[in-house]
Structure formats: C-alpha cells, structure tokens
C-alpha cells in the first residue's frame, strides 16, 4: 500500500518546540520531492516547507523562516519537520507531501495530517 504517515504533533505552548515526522511505505522517498502543508481552522492550505529530492536544498513560507527546519532520511524514507519558537498562528493541522514527476506524469501522495496546537 502506497502511503504517508504524519506523527509527533500534539499541543505545545507558545514558544515550545515540536518535531513531526513523516514516514513512507509503499514507495521510495528518494525520488520524490517532499513538503509539509498546513491548514489551518477556517484558512486555505499553506505550503510550509519543501525539500529536493537530496535534501540540497529547501524552502519555506516567511512565516516560518529561521523557526521550522526541514529536513529527509531518504535511507529511512522519512522526512522531518522540527518546528522551534512556536506561536499561536502556526495551530494547524499539518500534512506532508511527496511529489515526482515521471515521463512527465505526476504523481502526488498526501499523508492524513497530525494536528499542531499552539496554546497557553
């Protein structure tokens, strides 16, 4: 079975630090390019962070440049999203994604989401 699992999310108070992870089965990391989405309540989905296939190289929303850091174990087909210096804006459930595009067919996997609550 083709999926992702999102773990490590839970409710930390502002300030706090929270690490999710992201494990694949069915399929091998390495090729693809992975994401952490977020959505929060009543608010369109958000991009948070990316990162390449090697994990050269990443990308994040500037709402959480400098706090969140991205990061993939493509031996242990997982990614990881270390979240530091939490605030009340980033409650959201979060969702990662792995992305390719083979022979120029697409292929998009979503995890179901961990919930993230940033509350005092």
């Known amino acids: 079975q083709v999926q992702l699992v999102e773990s490590g999310g839970g409710l930390v108070q502002p300030g706090g630090s929270l690490s999710l992870s992201c494990a694949a089965s069915?399929?091998?990391?390495?090729?693809?390019?992975m994401s952490w989405y977020r959505r929060a309540p009543g608010k369109e989905r958000e991009l948070v962070a990316a990162i390449a296939t090697a994990g050269d190289s990443s990308n994040y929303v500037d709402s959480v440049k400098g706090r969140f850091t991205i990061s993939r174990d493509n031996a242990k087909n997982m990614a990881y999203l270390q979240m530091d210096s939490l605030k009340p804006e980033d409650t959201a459930i979060y969702y990662c994604n792995a992305w390719n595009n083979p022979w120029d067919l697409p292929v998009d996997y979503w995890g179901q989401g961990t919930q993230v609550t940033v509350s005092s």
């Open positions: 069915g399929f091998a990391l390495r090729a693809y390019r």
